[in-house]
């Protein structure tokens, strides 16, 4: 490689270094210069994010490899260039298990990688991520020195500390800097990030940014699935409140009994069991967040006594009459329609209208486009960590059938699948496998929706009705549960999860209609 060639790839990423461009974009042509530079079949570039390793660009790899998080000790080629001050090329018959097998995109039968290196990036002398390169050819390599991958990481290093200093200051102009810090530090807890990159993902975590800041109520709602509570805890992340304890309660998990103690708490000897004072979700949640998922599930009773600590921000423990003050943003959730239950008489107007200050309404996963690839490679690498695997991967017809599919039950539904249809592959496999390759056969997706399985019926169900409305929707729902069930050997899980309901939603619904 000659400097004229270096000078010729690292120019143009020079000048970027002062212009305003978005962060994927300035990492596009980081990975492209790259590429150009050195030639190899993929290239990622990665941030360390405290125990794992988060793909911020690829380019060459699978779409889901963005989805996901590598974990540092469960991956030897990562700790060693990490633990290197430089960069460094694996021998091509090292036997250390390299994260990418599988992963090097419109592959389908040639899928280990022969050759591989990287180098660790380093801002303010700390490390701050990885560079790495890999080819199918064993002998890609050989000829590039590794002085010219530490001049390109010294530029990227450069890149990236740019596009932090850009964002960091855009934030402050707009006096977003420390709820986009926040956000950020919650986006590296595994369990609380949000993952996505369609333009709806993309406008949900606008308006959480911008809710976020406020103490405004909101009120999340959504299909069954689509991940309303890791909304609300990126709402309290984002918030000013970040430092203080978020409390959850599900409201529908509980027997109405209970609600009130858990909600407000209780003093000894104010029902039989009270043994002890007892704070609840309230003041548990003082100077925080409270938030209530399946909100719809409250009785009016309940509602009523809500009201009054929200508009006062006062309670009383059952079984007291000394007030306590508590200082709470409250965020709600569910997937019914609260307006159509208060038409109905079902729920209190001023409740409602208390909750719902602030609507934030969270896109179906079918509506998300080629997210669920992402989703996908988050759910695939939890998988193959917890299953001991080299290497998890989708091929090109499973890929399709997840973009093909309308997905009733959301994010909850692609995970189990993912996580079911991982075991069940491993366990037709007569010998464990290197890399684990899921097909569409292997998914076992139905063709159709369940959501016109569940109209067609409806079609002919209303054919030749006549008399009371009330009493002709409650015999469809029995036909149509009881049919449900049927198909599903009386599992209620597989029926609720076909439903597009919530088990314990589906209980209640049977019971109420005299089915339990």
């Not at 960091?168 to 006096?175: G, I, W």
């Not at 409650?474 to 599992?491: D, M, P, T, W």
Request: proline share 4%; charged share 25%.
């Amino acid at each position: 490689m000659t400097a004229k060639s270096l000078l010729t790839a690292l120019l143009p990423l020079v000048s970027d270094l002062s212009r305003e461009l978005p962060e994927g974009e300035r990492y596009r042509r980081l990975l492209e210069a790259m590429r150009a530079l050195l030639p190899c079949d993929a290239a990622a570039l990665l941030r360390l994010d405290g125990e794992w390793l988060v793909p911020l660009a690829v380019d060459g790899l699978s779409t889901d490899t963005l989805g996901r998080r590598f974990k540092v000790s469960e991956h030897p080629r990562f700790e060693a260039l990490l633990s290197s001050p430089g960069p460094t090329r694996f021998a091509a018959d090292s036997t250390l298990p390299d994260p990418y097998d599988g992963l090097v995109d419109g592959l389908d039968d040639h899928l280990e990688v022969h050759d591989c290196m990287g180098c660790p990036l380093f801002i303010d002398e700390r490390p701050w991520g990885l560079l790495t390169l890999d080819a199918l050819d064993p002998e890609r390599f050989e000829p590039i020195e590794l002085d010219a991958l530490q001049a390109f990481a010294s530029l990227a290093a450069a890149t990236v500390n740019a596009a932090e200093r850009i964002e960091r200051l855009a934030n402050r102009v707009e006096d977003e800097h420390q709820r986009a810090e926040i956000y950020r530090q919650a986006g590296g807890q595994q369990n609380r990030e949000m993952i996505g990159q369609s333009k709806t993902h993309k406008r949900l975590v606008e308006e959480i940014n911008l809710v976020g800041g406020s103490d405004l109520t909101v009120l999340i709602t959504g299909e069954t699935g689509v991940g309303k509570e890791l909304v609300a805890q990126a709402i309290h992340a984002a918030s000013p409140r970040a430092d203080k304890p978020i409390i959850s309660l599900n409201c529908a998990a509980l027997p109405e009994t209970l609600v009130e103690s858990e909600l407000f708490g209780h003093v000894r000897g104010a029902f039989t069991g009270a043994m002890n004072d007892r704070r609840g979700k309230f003041e548990l949640a003082n100077g925080g967040t409270l938030f209530l998922d399946e909100v719809g599930e409250l009785s009016l009773t309940v509602q009523a006594k809500l009201l009054r600590v929200l508009q006062s921000g006062q309670l009383q423990r059952l079984g007291s009459d000394k007030e306590h003050q508590v200082d709470v943003r409250l965020i709600a959730a569910t997937n019914r329609d609260l307006a159509e239950e208060v038409r109905s008489g079902r729920y209190r107007a001023d409740f409602y209208h208390r909750l719902s200050v602030y609507p934030l309404l969270v896109p179906a996963l079918r509506d998300r486009g080629r997210d669920v690839l992402l989703l996908s490679g988050f759910f695939l690498e939890q998988n193959r960590s917890r299953m001991g695997l080299n290497s998890l991967r989708l091929n090109a017809d499973a890929q399709a059938a997840l973009l093909a599919y309308s997905w009733p039950g959301n994010v909850r539904e692609l995970e189990h699948l993912i996580g079911r249809s991982a075991l069940k592959a491993l366990g037709n496999c007569k010998e464990r496998p290197k890399i684990l390759s899921l097909s569409a056969a292997d998914l076992d997706l139905p063709h159709g929706s369940v959501e016109v399985s569940v109209e067609q019926p409806a079609a002919a169900a209303v054919a030749g009705v006549t008399g009371d409305l009330r009493e002709a929707t409650e015999n469809y729902q029995r036909q149509l549960i009881s049919a449900c069930l049927e198909r599903h050997q009386n599992n209620w899980a597989s029926a609720a999860r076909e439903l597009g309901l919530d088990r314990a939603n589906l209980g209640r619904m049977a019971k109420r209609l005299g089915m339990k």
